[in-house]
T-cell receptor, first 112, second 115 residues
């Protein structure tokens, strides 16, 4: 069936470097994408979202890129900090449907 | 302001027992969601409420699982005759509703362990 998945299960990054977390999706009807951060023992926390009519959106130290041609989504974190260590999930849904489909997650480890 | 709260935070039960998990959404949020997260896995959608109605129950794994929401606020997820494979973290989220673009706010989850 349709799914959202991630290329890398674990990513280790030196503090201060930039991080890139990738996500592939297969549902061509998806038109809204969200990145969540989940710290140990906590629920997921919204980071940034993007609609399908955009290919880039920037927040504070984070940028999401969307390539609809190859159904690929990425999250870029600038100047990665120890507090960024967490599991990151991409998620998608389709306009008019409240169900959000989550990927399996990528664990980001920041090396001090 | 207060976020989404869930209780209990941890629940250990014996196989075959029934359990009830509670979710208190953010005040004024009309949409409420239940997810299940197994160890090291992503989130599995279970059910969605808009007000007290559940237009999408497609994620409930079996008829042992049920959920209700009263007064457009508190929701309870009930698992009957629990099995070991039900062990997971059960997460609740709420949103303003009315649009599929509304940000979902998650609670801390209930960790269920079935012995």
């Amino acid at each position: 069936g349709e799914s959202v998945g991630l290329h890398l299960p674990t990513l280790s990054v030196q503090e201060g470097d930039n991080s890139i977390i990738n996500c592939a999706y297969s549902n061509s009807a998806s038109d809204y994408f969200i990145w969540y951060k989940q710290e140990s023992g906590k629920g997921p926390q919204f980071i940034i979202d993007i609609r399908s009519n955009m290919d880039k959106r920037q927040g504070q130290r984070v940028t999401v890129l969307l390539n609809k041609t190859v159904k690929h989504l990425s999250l870029q974190i600038a100047a990665t900090q120890p507090g960024d260590s967490a599991v990151y999930f991409c998620a998608e849904n389709t306009r008019g449907y409240q169900k959000v489909t989550f990927g399996t997650g990528t664990k980001l480890q920041v090396i001090p | 302001g207060a976020g989404v709260s869930q209780s209990p935070s941890n629940k250990v039960t014996e196989k075959g027992k029934d359990v009830e998990l509670r979710c208190d959404p953010i005040s004024g949020h009309t949409a409420l969601y239940w997810y299940r997260q197994s160890l090291g896995q992503g989130l599995e959608f279970l059910i969605y409420f808009q007000g007290n109605s559940a237009p999408d129950k497609s994620g409930l794994p079996s008829d042992r699982f049920s959920a209700e929401r009263t007064g457009g606020s508190v929701s309870t997820l009930t698992i009957q005759r629990t099995q070991q494979e039900d062990s997971a973290v059960y997460l609740c989220a709420s949103s303003k509703g009315g649009s599929s673009y509304n940000e979902q706010f998650f609670g801390p989850g209930t960790r269920l362990t079935v012995l």
